[in-house]
């Protein structure tokens, strides 16, 4: 399964759901199963690292994120993966508009995929880390149980 996370810019939750969903996977033994990548939809903060509020809150949880950078979304990455996963509703919207829609039904929002749908909280913008770290995990605890 090749999973890819989308946010806006790549430096805070799509960088934490991938890093989070690798150590979910390593944890169960299936790496061989799984490629897993994030990507943003603007091109705001492309070569930039993690934000360093995630990577000291990833490193709490014993996950390193070094050597991440962020890069954009392309259409190319529609047919490479066989799950985009958005954050918010206008990460899905700029998704459509990059990848030229979703013909194949693979986008959707990570935390559509638990019992409690809805958009993941941008820390960029609200400063509430820990809870976009709950989010995060959760959802990708629910999506590696969809497999």
């Known amino acids: 399964m090749r999973i890819l996370f989308v946010c806006h810019g790549n430096i805070c939750r799509s960088p934490m759901a991938e890093f989070v969903m690798k150590k ?5 033994g299936r790496e061989a199963e799984f490629v897993i990548a994030s990507a943003a939809t603007s091109t705001e903060e492309l070569g930039n690292p ?8 990833l490193k709490s949880h ?8 962020a ?8 047919g490479e993966y066989d799950l985009i996963i958005g954050m918010d509703n206008a990460n899905i919207r700029n ?40 989010e995060v995990n959760s959802g990708c605890q629910a999506l590696l149980a969809e497999f």
């Open 50 to 57: 993690v934000y360093p509020p995630v990577r000291s809150l």
């Open 24 to 28: 979910l996977v390593s944890d169960a």
């Open 95 to 134: 998704i459509h508009r990059i990848c030229g829609g979703d013909p194949a039904g693979k986008v959707s929002r990570l935390l559509d995929h638990t019992d409690s749908p809805g958009e993941v909280a941008d820390p960029w913008y609200s400063g509430e880390f820990e809870t976009t770290w709950e």
């Open 71 to 78: 890069r954009q979304l392309t259409r190319r990455d529609y």
């Open 62 to 69: 014993d996950i390193d994120c070094s050597g991440k950078s």
